[in-house]
Every structure is written in C-alpha cells, then in structure tokens.
C-alpha cells in the first residue's frame, strides 16, 4: 500500500483531501509525460473504474470524458460531462491495478480508448495539479486508501433513508399538504416531500412565496407532526432586486463574483439576473451557510443546493449577441448553414464558456478566473451550507445533497446524479453508477427515480423503484410538463406494486443504514463491482449486477419488457424473490450462468455465499419503524457472520463511538447450526432462517 | 387465414395497398370502439410487433407512438415518431394472434401499455381510415398475408448489397477521388461512395456545384471504370431562385404545394426558402421524377431521397413569431420561464405542425391540407423518383432509398432509418428495428453505419460492422463536425479489422442476395424475431437475437466493452465464430442457454439445425465477384435444404421469372450424408463441410 503525489504547476488547494502526502521529485510512474499529456498504454484485461458521475458503463473504456461540471439534463452516452468531476480511477490489470487521482480546480480530460483503443491520456487543462498515485494489492485496499485520503463520506440524518417523493413542483402549500395526505391515507410510508423552486417569493433564495404558501410555518410544523419533512431547494444564484436583504448585503459586503471591471458578474438563471455567491471566498462561504438558519428556523431539517454546476441560462452578453445575430438574420435567406448559425446562438446561450471566462473569484485574497477554479463552485456552496447549519445546530444531522460537486464534497453532503430522463437507459445508467459515485467518496447518492424529464411508463417506474429501494438517497422526482410520478400516478395494479416496493425499502433500512455507516467509518464502499470480491473472467466483465454492502449481490431488471434476466454467479448464492415484506421466497443457485424469470411485480437479488441480509418491518416513516422482530435469512456454508449497526440516527455522537452493535454469528456444525448473538441491541425478536445446500432450512427463534 | 376490411369517415387513397378487400359492415372485432378511439385488452403473454422504424424493443409494449414522419436526429427512447410511419401492428398472444392495418394519411397514436398498463388503443387523428384485420395460424402467415396486401418489395440492383461509403459531406471531387482511391489502394472493397448536399449548386436539386466538382461527368464516369457509383442526394424542396429552371417550370405549371392564399408555399430548407413540389399530384409528380434524368444522363445509378418528411427548417411566418418574441425579450429580465419560452421559440421552429397546417395539396383536383396527408409526401416523392426512373430505362434497376415513408412506398424504394447517433443504443435499435421494419415491407434498408451525428468510437464502428453485414443496405455515414468514419479513420488495428468484415460481406453476398430476392418473391421477411420460427417461452422474449433469412440466427455484441454474451438457442445450433473470410471456425451447442466469448475483433452467428449457409468470395466489387468457388457450411442432424437463388442483378427479368438457382440437399444417412445437387447455376466448384452432433466432420467437394 502506498501513496504517492506528484506536482505540476502552481497548485490551488481544492479542499478534496484531508492528509498531507509528501511531494515526489522523480517520474511518475506508469505514464509517459509528453507535451503536458500523460499516457498510459492500457493492456486488453485492463479495466478503468472510476469517475464518479458519469455515463457509459462502471468500466470506463471507449470513450474520452471531460471532468468539468455541467448542467445538462439530455444526457445520453454522447457527453462528456456530467454534473460532478471527479477526477479518480481506478486501473485495474491483471497483474496490477492502481488508482490515480488528478487533484485540480477545472478541466481534466480522461480519454480512455477513444481517440486510440489501447491509451488512456490524461490533460489537463491548465496543468496545474497534483498527481497521486495509489498503490495497494487489491481493489478495496486501493479504493479505501483514497477514501482515506479525502476524507470521511458526509452521514445524512437516519429519516433521510426512507422514502421521498418529489416534483418540479408541489406549487402551493395546498398542493404539499395534499400529496402527504394522499399517503397517508394510502398507508404509503413517505419521509419526505420536495420544495421545489416555487415556494420561493420570485425564486429568490431564503424568501418564502406567501401567496402560494400562506401558513408556511405551520405547514412544514403540521407536517413534519405526521412524520413528512419538507425539503426546500436552494439556488446557487441570488436574485437582483432592491430591497431583498440578501441581494443588499451581499453587494454591501461584496461577497459575490466579480466581472473583469470588478463589478459584480450578472448571470441569469431562475429569477432571471443573479449574482454569484462567491462560494471559493471564506467570509462569503459564512455569510451564505448562515442564511439557511431562515428555513431551519422554520422547522427545516434538509435542503438540495441546485444550479451550483453553476448553471446560467444566459449573460446579458450572450443575450446581445444572439440578439444581433438575429438582427443580421432579419430579411435574409438563410440556408442551411446560416440558420443552424441562428439556432445555435440560442441553444449554446446556457452554460457558455465565453460565460465562465468572464468572472472570477477572490480566494482569500487571491483573485482567479471562475473558468480555472469551475469544479470548485458547487463543492464550495454545499460546504457552505453545511458549515452554516453546523453553526446553527452542531449536533444535529442535517439532511444535504448537492447537484454539482467534486471530490472532497462528500465529506458535506450527498448528491442526486442530476437531471436524467424516464429512460430505460437512464435506469441502467442509475445501476452503473453507483459503484464510481461510491468510489469517489459520494455514498449518499441516487438518481432521480423514474426519471426527471421525460414521460415515465408504469413497468419503467416499476423496475425503477425496484433498483431504488437499495440506494441511500431514494427519491422520485419528476419535471414540469411530464407526466406525473407518484406511486399512485400509474393506475392501481401499479399502485400497489410500488407501495409494496416502498413497504420494503422500510424493512431494509436497518441493513441499509448499518451498512452506510459501516461504509462511512471504515471507508468501505457499498455498492462494489463484482470484480471488488470475485477473481474470476466473467466477474470482472458483468456490468448490470452489482454488490451492495457486505452480503448482497442485486440483479435489477433494467430492459423493458424483460421478464426475465440472465444472472452470474461467481459462487453459490441464495436467490431471494420478493414482491414485498409480506410475499418473500428464496432458493440456492449453484456457482455459473442462470436464466432466471421475473415478473414485473416481482424482483430478485441475491445474498452470497456465506452472509446474511436482515429485515426489518415497515411503517410511516423511518422514524415509526421499531422492529420488535427482525427477520433474518442467512446462507451458509461454513460460518456467516453480520454486524449490526445502528445509532440515534439524528446526533453526531457516532464519531465519538456512541452507537449500537449486534453481531450475529452462524456457525454450520456436524450435526446443526451454532447461532451466537452478542451486541448492546436489545429487546428484539431475531425470526432466523438458515439455507444450505444439502440441508434442511432450519428457522430458529432468538430473544435478545 | 382471412383479411377483413372495416372502413371510418372518407377515405384518401393512399396507395399502401394493391389488393382490394371487400368493406364490412359490423363490428370490429377484438376491439372495442368508443370516441373515436378503439381499445384493446392485452393480455400478460401479447407480444405487440410492428410500427416499422420506430424506437424501443421488437415487441412495443410499454410506450405510445405515433405515425408521423418526422425529422429528429437526436432520438432517444422517449421519442414518438421517427422517419416513418408504418401503421403495422402484430399482436401475437398465447392462443390468438392478429394482425391490424391502419391505412391512414396521416397520425395515428398506438398507446401500447402506456396510459395503462394492459391496454392498446389507436387513435386516428383524422378519423379517416380503412382498418384491416389480418387473422393467421401463426406469425410468417399474418406477415405474409400482410405484405401481399400491400403489394411486392421493391428491389435495388444487386451491387446495391456492397459496401457504400458516405458522409456530410465529401464536398469535392478531389475528396470524392480522393475518398475512393485510398480505398482502392488499402484494398478495402467498396460499391458506392455517397454525394451529399454540398455537390449541389446552391443547394438545388438537379444542379452541380461546378465550383468544387469540375469535372463531374468524367468523375462519375472514372469512378464507375474503377467499380465504384457515385449516389447523390435528392431534396424534398426546390430552390426559389429566378433563373433556376426547376423551379421556373414548377411555378408556371403550378406543381408546387399552395399557401391559404393560393400562392406557392415558402418553407426553408438546406438552401434558404424552398417551394415543395406537390408530390400528391399527379401530374407534378411526373414531372419531377423525369428530373432525375439530368443525373442519370451523367451515368449516376442511384439516388437518396431526403428531407421529405418533409422536414421544414423554418417558415416566414415561424421565424417573425421568433423574431418577435426576440423583441418583447429585449431590456427585459427573463426568469426561468420567459427564458425558456425564447429559447423554445428557436427551437421549435423547425417541423413545427402549424407550418404543417398552413400549406395544401392538389390531390389531382382535390384540395387537402398537408396535415391530413402528412405522411404521403416523401412516400410520394420516392414514388415520383421510381416512376420517373422506370420512365427512363424501364429494363434497369436503380438504387433508391428514401427517409421519409410509409406502407406502399416499399414498393418503390428502400429506405435507410434516418439519422441516427454514433450512440450503442442506437446499434442496439438498429438490430431490434429490423424484424419490424421488415414485416412492413422494408426489405432493402439499413441503419447509418457508425452513427451519423455524434462521434463515433473504433470499438462501437467495429461492433457496429458485425451486425450491418448482415443487413441489405450497408451503409457508414457520418456528419459534418463529427470524427471521420471510414475503415482506416480509427488506426492500424481498427483498419484492419474493419476491412476483414467488409470482405466478409462481400462474402455474405450470394446468401444476403439470394435471400433478400426470395423474401421479395415470396413475400417473406428477412429478419424475424425468433418467435417467427420458434414457440417456447424464452423465444417470445429475446429481441437481442434475431433470425436472418432462412438459415442464420444473428447474435451480434451490441454493449460496449462486451467481450461476449448470453445466448439462447431454442434447438441445437452450429455457432460460426469469424474474424473474416479467412478465419472462421464453427462449434455445435446444445439447446438452451450458453454465456460464450467473443473479443471485439471477432464476431459469432449461427446456422440453425438442418441449414447451412454459403459463403463466396471478396472482391474489389460485387461485380467482380467470381465465385468460381462457393464454401458451404451446413449443420445436419437430418436433412438440410437449401436454395440460392441468382440473377444478372441489374435488370427486371426476374419478373419473368428469369433467375438461376442451386438446390443443395444434403440428407444424413446411416452410414453417411447424401448430397443432391440441381438447379441452373454452374461452373462452380462447391467446398461442403458438413457437421453434425456425433458424427466426424465431413468435408466434400462438389463440382457443378
């Protein structure tokens, strides 16, 4: 195991790592320099992890990606970019595998087999950066030595595992207090609704529309009572306008970016004309934390920091030249040529580079273009937000997810992966992801669940949800102008199905939760590639199956249509079949390829050889949940083991080692199965059932 | 078998079918009507096949559709309308399965499980249509019965099924020259190099850019000594220029489509404004297709019909709504609303329904808005085209393929399946399109090879490659600002083994040829899902195998870093694993489910039990193929038929039933295999490897 970092050119500390590695002099390794490209010759058996949130598959090959955050809700294989840069990969050989992690404020481009099938080169765009090397002789070890590098992954409050409903957007308080009444009178259990941009008074930050939201205060209090939190958005841009405090004082300060002229830099974005916090600026970071004590005080326990790639829909400049593009448009004939000239100055106005050319920060002191310091922007606004709640109330979790972010971020808050589309598609993409996000630090992480844009179908919603209900963040969010998302949006058939799937998610939080904070204290990841425990050929090739925590092999359904998949079994495991807490069977399969049907009302997954997987029961919310009896079913061949962890769920006291174990131990002997428990989780009813191949299922009964 | 006829509201002939089926008067059965809508109850097991060139799966559950031509190049899963509009559906239940035609100008909507899960509804816009019940023992029947309703396919010459290179554009005859001679000079077989738009003067059809193609006569003439056609590109729109003689003729015979006042409808397209000849008129549609004569005088062979959806850039009228909004958007602050209902104006200018409902047809003396026959005009263009060639050399056969269609212009041209992205969602489309595009008569048709827009990468061209050797049209193509496509565009290594696959589908060509002319002849399909041919659940479901003509079943790697995959064969299978003509090795497997490698250089099929396939030789062209020897491999548990069918490949004696052919009959005895050779084809020297489960492989040599 080793750790090596090399530097190149002036460095800005981009707050991604929390240990100080000594400088190396000599030559990198692995990689030929070459006019300020770094290339390495990939062999056929290399594989290339990495790169948190981005497309294609969890094997990066075959395709040149850009590091660099970017707003971009039409995503299909073809971008580069995504909403987060997240400059770590993985290279992993047969003979060898290394990390190596380009720490810088902006563009990387990783060009893995694109423009030749068999180099990976790596540039950066202004070649300043540091360079490390991570050694370690397995894939966890490289993975977990970099975890430790950067810093320990951000715990969001136990509530936010269960599950949350979301829409651009629940307009009025009529509207939210509806929603949270249609589930509960459908018994649907929900943790969670959305605020999205329209609680706002003219989207402005920290305002509340009081003509939508006449009794906000009471709202979010009657509500958070029937154990539904509300969690408002917050924009990276803070509207123009006389009058609004937090516009005055922030040109009173001058805490926003400033344009070439040192005035403060106009973008547009929701509200229409913002200026840009300078989230790179330490008193300005402060100032922005703070002003979310306005919602907390309301009652506010979690907010989603969006915009901060940052977006801009447009710069009065960009604005004037597509205007006098159409100016010398006018009267004309335009030909092909011409009129895409046209077209374009209106589709390339958002997120233009010529935009983030023209304004810059002061970084304590230092003043740098926003172009050289891009990736910085979003990680630096949910830093500030995390700080300013941790100043409002140290104690307490505060539930914080981001869309733009870079490596170091995770250590405030999570991220969703951003706008995405109800595709197929985009479901795979949610499953291939998740090993990178994880890889990169983002543990608290999940797609948009039955997609953002775009019309959802009840089967997509439906294996959608069934992919969910493992992810961390679970939560359905759906755009203006689509179709509606909601469990009950889709008919009863489907009604029913997904309120079965959510009732599951709730009987999984006691493993989903115990292995997050496992992951986070020991800088695991959850979700794992097969090639993370498994040797052999195939499992270093499978891409649609993927590990989650310590016993769970998951075989989402991911084609329309399918009613079936095939599923790779490095060794033996028990196949569990469910369609709900209550509609649960399993069965061991042997080591090797298998068809295996599923309906679309049902799914399957899979704990390995060895392990066992814990459930709980359901109820409203996470907070109801109180699991007098866990149910748990192992499968072993000589001896499993599972250790339970849980805590308050709300405080901190976990970093000082205040929180709750059960170890479970399941020894296979001549004649039966040893069963030792021991652990400070007490008063619970253990129903355990124990598969092996050539025995009998034996269900035991234990008291603790 | 039985074809029913069910007529709604007034009829516009639309030249789909060619049978005439006498008019019903009761009810429809199997749907029930209400509102205009007619609804079906699907059941668990109903398959839904059909719609032509459509997104998604082979089956179509699961989304809605619409019939209506439409331009979009950036098509993902959420799309409801590609290029065509093929109004062809297959349900094909556990016990029951039919067929329905809706024979309509223009949208219809299929809502095929997406409001609700289990039902299919159509919706006729106009509510003008015939509706055609197709019943049948099993699916190759209802196909069959189907496709003689509407009439015989239309077939291209036979150096058609070479290898044709394009690209927006080769814009002059040096690149055009220069294109042709490197593939001449890396020995790369290749038939046809592509003209795109800029080989135009100005854009307008019938006209030659001198500027850039000097010499344009003699190049054709040069290229076509050296084996290699020239296909330029045909618009839907014609120039308004004074001077240019189309367009003069056009207007003072008044052939061109009317605005409300009567005048001449303005649309823009490639070269500024435009007027649309009146493809739905008779007289202007004779007049059109005799242009092409210009081009064929100059010893062109083929022609692609493009933009006649017909896709509109702007229109007058569309570009002042955007320019005015452009006005009450000036000095204003646009918030998120205001911003995108500028941006929208832009972008929704092009194929926008209220152009689409301001201009009309003279449907030789009937007046109809274009609306209402929206998808008869590149239907009617192609038709122009093949009339107008027939009127030229009635004995010869052109190339011809159009974007636009609908059912009925199979008979006249084949078409290509639009512009698609260097996406391996979209080779996956491609492969699933096939069987459906098929079963609507589009036997001679391809996707853009490689993709057209985006860029393309050296492993997803390979791949790409694999499947389209197999398919008729085999065509790379690739737009203006992406990475360069051809064979040798993506180094040594790719070049190399891109070529091994186009010298394999030089080979493939006796089979692909014999098959493509059988499937025309017989009214079969080329491409079926394997529930065409095989009854067990599995085969219901599968749609990344499909079968290709009557002996091979193709299983192409359609994911990117796939190093192999899973298959399933319904009945023992002769796997041919191949790298090119001279690396091919063959392997009997069993029945059932089988997870095999294939790296990216190679590629694998099968030959179903009791068929063989034949493979000939490479050549610089198909003309110069020899074939003196022809290589047969054939998998016999019993006894193997097969038939070659051959023909001069340029003329139309085929009609009357002038045609070669070789019947092969190879029986397995007790002892040995009896081989039984006839037919008209000679001169030929046959290399038979005979292999069959426990028995040796036999080789024989035949000479006929």
Redesign the interface.
């Given at each position: 195991m080793s750790i090596k970092r090399f530097s190149f050119g002036k460095i800005i500390d981009c707050n991604s790592v929390v240990k100080e590695i000594e400088k190396e002099n000599g030559q990198v390794p692995y990689f030929l320099e070459k006019d300020s490209v770094l290339s390495f010759k990939l062999e056929k058996e290399d594989l290339v992890y990495g790169l948190g949130e981005n497309v294609?598959?969890i094997?990066k090959?075959?395709?040149i990606f850009e590091s660099y955050c970017s707003d971009d809700p039409?995503h299909?294989?073809?971008k580069k970019s995504l909403y987060g840069a997240h400059n770590f990969i993985i290279i992993h050989g047969e003979n060898r595998s290394f990390g190596v992690f380009i720490d810088t404020p902006s563009k990387v481009k990783f060009d893995i087999?694109?423009s030749?099938?068999?180099t990976l080169s790596i540039e950066v765009e202004e070649n300043n950066y540091d360079l490390y090397i991570i050694e370690g002789t397995n894939l966890n070890e490289i993975s977990k030595e970099f975890r430790e590098l950067i810093g320990k992954s951000y715990v969001p409050p136990k509530w936010a595992f269960g599950y949350q409903q979301s829409r651009w957007s629940y307009a009025t308080e009529k509207e939210v207090r509806e929603i949270g009444r249609k589930f509960r009178e459908k018994n649907i259990p929900i943790d969670c609704i959305y605020l999205d941009?329209d609680y706002m008074e003219?989207?402005k930050n920290f305002t509340i529309n009081y003509e939508s939201f006449p009794n906000f205060d009471q709202m979010v209090k009657d509500m958070k009572e029937d154990g539904i939190r509300l969690i408002p958005i917050i924009d990276a841009g803070c509207k123009i306008e006389n009058g609004y405090d937090v516009y005055e004082e922030g040109i009173k300060k001058g805490y926003y970016c400033l344009d070439k002229e040192g005035n403060p830099f106009v973008a547009?974005?929701?509200?229409?004309?913002v200026h840009f916090p300078d989230f790179l600026n330490s008193e300005a970071r402060l100032w922005f934390g703070k002003k979310y004590k306005f919602l907390v005080d309301k009652g506010i326990d979690g907010f989603w920091n969006d915009m901060n790639e940052p977006a801009i829909?447009?710069s009065e400049e960009g604005?004037n030249k597509a205007?006098k593009i159409?100016e010398e448009s006018?009267n004309k004939?335009?030909?092909?040529y011409?009129?895409f000239a046209?077209?374009d100055a209106?589709?390339g106005?958002s997120n233009s580079s010529s935009d983030y050319n023209s304004f810059y920060h002061n970084m304590d002191g230092k003043i740098i273009k926003h172009n050289d310091v891009h990736n910085l922007f979003g990680h630096n606004m949910t830093r500030a937000a995390a700080e300013g709640l941790d100043s409002i109330d140290k104690d307490k979790r505060f539930l914080l997810f981001s869309r733009a972010s870079s490596i170091g971020m995770h250590r405030y808050g999570g991220i969703w992966t951003g706008d995405n589309?109800?595709?197929?598609?985009h479901l795979e993409m949610n499953v291939k992801m998740m090993p990178n996000l994880n890889m990169c630090g983002y543990l608290y992480t999940g797609a948009d669940t039955g997609g953002f844009g775009?019309?959802c179908?009840?089967?997509?919603m439906t294996r959608w949800f069934q992919f969910s209900i493992f992810t961390p963040l679970f939560r359905n969010h759906s755009a203006m102008g689509t179709r509606n998302q909601e469990p009950f949006a889709?008919?009863e058939?489907?009604e029913k199905i997904l309120k079965n799937l959510i009732e599951f998610r709730y009987g999984l939080v006691p493993y989903i939760y115990s292995e997050y904070m496992k992951a986070v204290i020991n800088n695991d990841i959850m979700f794992k590639p097969l090639s993370f425990e498994y040797n052999d050929v195939?499992s270093r090739?499978i891409?649609d199956q993927i590990l989650m925590g310590d016993s769970l092999m998951l075989t989402p359904i991911i084609?329309?249509?399918?009613?079936?998949r095939?599923v790779?079994l490095p060794e033996d495991m028990l196949m569990i079949r469910a369609k709900g807490l209550n509609d649960i069977s399993y069965k061991v399969f042997s080591k090797g390829?298998?068809?295996i049907n599923v309906e679309l009302e049902e799914f399957i997954f899979f704990v390995r050889k060895d392990k066992m997987i814990l459930l709980g029961e359901s109820a409203k919310n996470v907070q109801s949940i109180e699991n007098k009896e866990l149910n748990i079913i192992a499968f072993v061949e000589e001896k499993a083991i599972y250790e339970l962890y849980n805590d308050d769920g709300i405080s901190k006291d976990y970093l000082n080692g205040i929180f709750d174990k059960l170890r479970i131990e399941i020894i296979k002997g001549k004649e039966e199965f040893n069963i030792n428990v021991d652990g400070n989780i007490k008063d619970k009813k253990l129903n355990i059932t124990i598969i092996s191949k050539g025995s009998k299922d034996v269900k035991k009964v234990y008291y603790i």
């Open positions: 294609r598959g094997n090959r075959g395709w039409n299909a294989q073809d087999g694109y030749e099938i068999d941009i003219k989207f547009a974005v929701w509200p229409g004309k829909f447009y604005l205007y159409v006018k004939n335009l030909d092909i011409s009129f046209l077209k209106f589709m106005l589309t109800s595709l197929w598609e775009g019309n179908t009840p089967d997509l889709f008919g058939k489907s195939t090739e891409e084609k329309q249509n399918g009613r079936g095939y790779y390829h298998h068809y």
